[in-house]
């Protein structure tokens, strides 16, 4: 588990519509369409507080039909047909296209871009990838050497920062080596837990723990 029910803190993301560039929660939408036929209500039952992908972002159920509304004018996401409501209108089927597999393998791969987006965006790979059984060994790595310029930057700024600025930089500086620690911590696990390093493979060297 990602993040405790009790504990967890949700966010709610306004969908912005794009065929190039999606929002969180259009990924999020089209992750869990990639798990196999399924229609919009089951997608945004996800999304609820207590649900797989609520636990760490939350969208309201109309947001969650545009999503896919969105998705479907990209050509990531297609009809397939329909089902009965258990007690409304029948239920579009919805599918991933061959786009929308490669957009997301894609999009699954990259690391996120800042320190403060870890706590959603970088959980939702995560998550997603654990879903469906691979392994977030690169996504890890990739992360670790995203964030090392940033780890150098922060204690060149606090060594020279004075007042304030001390603290911001302070502040700063702890959220990107809990980080560091966190992706560190998760890459020991997946070694500890047996899985396989492939040849030429795992020697990008994380960030030092704190």
């Known amino acids: 588990m990602l993040a405790d029910r009790r504990g967890a803190v949700s966010r709610t993301v306004v969908v912005v519509s794009s065929t190039n560039d999606l929002s969180l929660g259009e990924w999020a939408v089209l992750g869990l369409v990639a798990e196999g036929e399924t229609h919009g209500f089951a997608v945004s039952r996800a999304f609820a507080p207590d649900g797989v992908i609520g636990r760490i972002w939350t969208i309201p159920r109309p947001l969650v039909y545009r999503a896919i509304a969105s998705l479907q004018t990209s050509g990531y996401v297609r009809e397939t047909g329909s089902v009965p409501g258990v007690r409304g209108p029948e239920r579009r089927l919805i599918d991933l296209t061959p786009e929308g597999r490669v957009a997301l393998d894609s999009w699954l791969a990259e690391p996120v871009a800042h320190v403060r987006d870890a706590r959603s965006e970088l959980l939702?790979?995560?998550?997603?990838?654990?879903?469906?059984?691979?392994?977030?060994?690169?996504?890890?790595?990739?992360?670790?050497?995203?964030?090392?310029?940033?780890?150098?930057?922060?204690r060149e700024q606090l060594a020279q920062a004075e007042g304030f600025d001390a603290t911001l930089a302070r502040w700063r500086l702890a959220s990107a080596e809990a980080l560091a620690n966190f992706l560190a911590e998760l890459f020991d696990d997946r070694l500890s837990h047996g899985v396989p390093v492939p040849p030429g493979e795992g020697e990008t060297e994380l960030p030092e723990r704190h």
């Not at 654990?130 to 090392?148: F, K």
């Open 124 to 154: 939702v790979k995560l998550l997603l990838l654990d879903r469906a059984g691979l392994d977030a060994r690169e996504l890890l790595e990739a992360q670790a050497e995203r964030i090392r310029p940033t780890l150098v930057g922060l």
